[in-house]
């Protein structure tokens, strides 16, 4: 089994939506991170969490420690959103981060 | 002020031969580390460096071997190509303490590699 698991692994929106991205994972965490993912390869680091909530623009991140849970939602939702989202943690003083899947977001016009 | 830089960008290689590749943190960044992306394993860590010390190292046979510089440039090296290697050689960089400091983690555009 996956230490972290993504949903949804694709999803399509309208432009205006409200979207949520959710992370679940199995062990205990430093810290969490959001991450954007644009076709041709390149990754924007989002978020660090490790605990609470943080917001930048129309994104927000979450973070629920006991149950092992993260969100990212976008408001607003527009086509530039379109992307590969993955969540990623770092485990103790391991400074290697461990991936999700991602999720394939289509936000369209 | 520039980004992370990785070259080359697209690079092919025959099986058996050895590929090196190239990355230049921000400047003042002391922390590089390595993923390697598929489409069917993902993105995986493969080591990191900060002041040219390999801090972390992820499960990848010894084929795959990095450095870093004085002026923490770093590269990476794969020995003896499989066809599996192909992938997406991503480096990112940070200032001092890598992922755990909670500084910003600035992801290079990657290599990539296709290995025929």
Not at chain 1, 47 to 72: D, P, V
Not at chain 2, 42 to 53: D, H, K, N, P
Request: contains cysteine; charged residues 15%.
């Amino acid at each position: 089994k996956n230490e972290v698991e993504q949903s949804p692994q694709n999803l399509t929106a309208q432009e205006g939506e409200f979207i949520t991205i959710n992370c679940s994972y199995s062990v205990g965490i430093s810290a969490l991170h959001w991450l954007q993912q644009h076709p041709g390869g390149g990754i924007v680091s989002l978020f660090m969490l490790s605990s609470g909530k943080k917001k930048h623009g129309r994104l927000i991140a979450t973070i629920n420690i006991q149950e092992k849970h993260s969100s990212l939602h976008i408001t607003a939702s527009h086509p530039r959103d379109s992307a590969v989202y993955i969540c990623a943690f770092t485990r103790g003083s391991q400074g290697n981060l461990i991936f999700g899947k991602g999720t394939k977001l289509s936000v369209k016009p | 002020k520039a980004g992370v830089t990785q070259t080359p960008r697209y690079l092919i290689k025959t099986r058996g031969q050895q590929v090196t590749l190239s990355c230049s943190p921000i400047s003042g960044h002391r922390s590089v580390s390595w993923y390697q992306q598929t489409p069917g394993q993902g993105l995986q860590f493969l080591f990191e460096y900060f002041s040219e010390t390999q801090r972390n190292k992820g499960n990848f046979p010894g084929r795959f071997s990095g450095r870093q510089f004085s002026n923490s440039r770093s590269e990476m090296n794969v020995s003896t190509l499989e066809l599996g290697d192909s992938a997406l050689y991503l480096c990112a960089s940070s200032l001092g303490g890598g992922v755990l400091s909670g500084n910003t983690i600035y992801f290079g555009e990657g290599s990539w590699l296709t290995v025929v």
